[in-house]
C-alpha cells in the first residue's frame, strides 16, 4: 500500500513538472510568434482575391459647398473598410493614404481614429475600437474631407503588428485538456488517500480487535494449566520470527502470528484432568489428548478472516515423517503453517518447565532439534529456527517464576504438554 502511494505522488510530481515545461514551451512560442511587425502596400485597383489583407473606400454621401463661386469645394463623407483575411489579430495598425495630387484637402472630422494630412498623404492611426482587426473580420473607419472635388483612394500602406493569443493555438487546448486530466487525477487521489487512511485506521482497529480477542482466548486456554502460561504467545513469536527469516511477507507474518496464538485453542475441550495430569498419560488418556488438534479445526471451522487458521490446529502436530497426528500427513503434504508452528511448538515446550520435568538445557534443546530434524520436523525450518537461536533472536534458558518460553520433545513421552 505504501508503495502504491508513493508511486501516486511521485506520477503526479512528473506530471505537474512536464504540464509547467509544455506551458513554458507554449508561452515561448507564443511570445516569439506574437506582436510581429509588417508593412504592406495595397493597391486597391487591382484584384484583392485572397490576399491577407483588403482595403476599400467609398464615398457615402456627398455635397457642394459654396456652388458656383469661386470658393466652391466639394465635401464628402469617406468610409473605409480594412478586411484581415491572416491568422493573426491585427494590433496597433495604421494606413497611409495617398491623395491623388491634392494639397488642398481639409478633414472636417473623423472616426474610430485619428486623421492627419501631410504632403499629399492622410495617416489614420487606429483607435480601440478598431484595435485590434480580429483574424477574419473587417474594421471600420472614415471622415469627412473638404476638398476641391470627389477624390478616389487606390493606393494603401498598411502597418502594425501580428498578434496570436496563447487560446489560439492547438497545443493550448491540449494542455489544457491534460491539466484538467491532472487535476481530476490529483483529486481523485487525494479522495483515495482519504479514503485509504480511513481503511488503514479501520484496518487497524478491526487487527486490534482480532490480536485483542485471540490473546484473551489464548490466555483462557493456558489458564487450564499453570504450567503453559504464556505458551501460545511464546509459540506465537516464535513462529513469526521463523516465517521472517523463511522470507515470508509483512501480512503473512503477521497472520502466522495469530494462527499459531490459536493452535492450542482445542485444549479447551480437554478435562482438566488430563490436561494437568502431573504423571505419564494412559494410551486412552494421550488418544483423548490428541483429539485438541481435531477440536481445534472445529472450533475455527468458521473462522474465514485468516486463511490457515484452522490448518495450523488441525496439522501442528502432523510429523514430517508421516507418523504424526491426525492425518497422518507427510512432508509437504503438511501445510508450511502447520510444520513451522510444529517447531515452534515444541522449542517452546523443550524450553519450558512443566510439572513432569524441568525445562531443557539450550544445548540439549538445539540437539534435539537437529536430531530430529526431517523425522518430527521439516529440516527448512529447523535450519532456520537454529540460525535465529545463535543470532539471539530466539532466546533459550530464560524463565520466569511460572515457568516461562519453551517446548517439548514431542510425542516420545506420550505427554500432553506438547
Known amino acids: 500500500m505504501r508503495k502504491i502511494r508513493h508511486t501516486g505522488t511521485i506520477v503526479i510530481l512528473i506530471t505537474l513538472i512536464m504540464l509547467g515545461l509544455a506551458f513554458g514551451a507554449l508561452n515561448f512560442k507564443v511570445s516569439t510568434d506574437s506582436n ?34 469661386a470658393r466652391q469645394t466639394y465635401g464628402a463623407q469617406y468610409d473605409c473598410t480594412v478586411r484581415n483575411n491572416t491568422g493573426y489579430d491585427i494590433i496597433d495598425w495604421t494606413i497611409v493614404i495617398d491623395v491623388p495630387e491634392r494639397d488642398d484637402i481639409v478633414v472636417d472630422s473623423y472616426w474610430n481614429g485619428e486623421y492627419t494630412y501631410k504632403d499629399g498623404k492622410i495617416t489614420f492611426k487606429a483607435g480601440e475600437k478598431v484595435n485590434p482587426i480580429p483574424r477574419g473580420l473587417d474594421a471600420s473607419f472614415g471622415a469627412v474631407i473638404i476638398s476641391k472635388g470627389l477624390m478616389k483612394f487606390e493606393k494603401y500602406e498598411l502597418t502594425g503588428c501580428l498578434d496570436r493569443s496563447i487560446t489560439d493555438y492547438y497545443s493550448f487546448w491540449l494542455i489544457m485538456v491534460l491539466f484538467v486530466v491532472w487535476c481530476t487525477s490529483v483529486v481523485a487521489y487525494i479522495l483515495y488517500r482519504v479514503r485509504d487512511m480511513h481503511f488503514e485506521r479501520y484496518k487497524k482497529n478491526m487487527d486490534n480487535i482480532i490480536s485483542q480477542s485471540m490473546n484473551t482466548f489464548a ?39 495469530y494462527i499459531a496464538l490459536m493452535h492450542d485453542c482445542g485444549k479447551i475441550g480437554i478435562p482438566d484432568d488430563i490436561l494437568t495430569k502431573p504423571s505419564k498419560l494412559t494410551d486412552e488418556e494421550f488418544k483423548i489428548m490428541q483429539g485438541h488438534t481435531t477440536y481445534g479445526g472445529k472450533v475455527l471451522k468458521d473462522f474465514t478472516a485468516i486463511n490457515g487458521i484452522v490448518e495450523g ?81 530466539i532466546l533459550l534458558g530464560l524463565h520466569d517464576k511460572m515457568g516461562t518460553p519453551n517446548l517439548v520433545k514431542g510425542d516420545k513421552d506420550k505427554h500432553k504438554k506438547d
Open 36 to 69: 510581429t511587425p509588417f508593412t504592406v502596400s495595397i493597391d486597391a485597383s487591382q484584384p484583392q482575391g485572397s490576399n491577407d489583407y483588403q482595403v476599400n473606400t467609398i464615398i457615402t454621401k456627398n455635397w457642394i459647398n459654396d456652388k458656383g463661386t
Open 219 to 257: 490466555n483462557l486456554v493456558d489458564a487450564k494449566d499453570t504450567y503453559t502460561k504464556g505458551h501460545s504467545t511464546r509459540v506465537s513469536y516464535y513462529t513469526a520470527r521463523i516465517a521472517e527469516k523463511m522470507g515470508f511477507s509483512d501480512e503473512e507474518v503477521r497472520n502466522l502470528g
Open 313 to 393: 490446529a488441525l496439522y501442528h502436530h502432523e510429523r514430517y515423517d508421516g507418523n504424526g497426528y491426525p492425518k497422518g500427513l507427510k512432508g509437504t503434504d503438511i501445510p508450511i503453517y502447520a510444520r513451522i508452528i510444529c517447531v515452534a511448538d515444541a522449542l517452546d515446550a523443550m524450553n519450558s518447565d512443566r510439572c513432569y520435568r524441568p525445562h531443557l538445557q539450550p544445548d540439549v534443546i538445539k540437539q534435539e532439534l537437529k536430531n530430529n530434524a526431517g523425522t518430527q520436523f521439516d529440516p527448512d525450518v529447523v535450519e532456520c529456527a537454529l540460525e535465529l537461536i545463535e543470532a539471539g533472536k
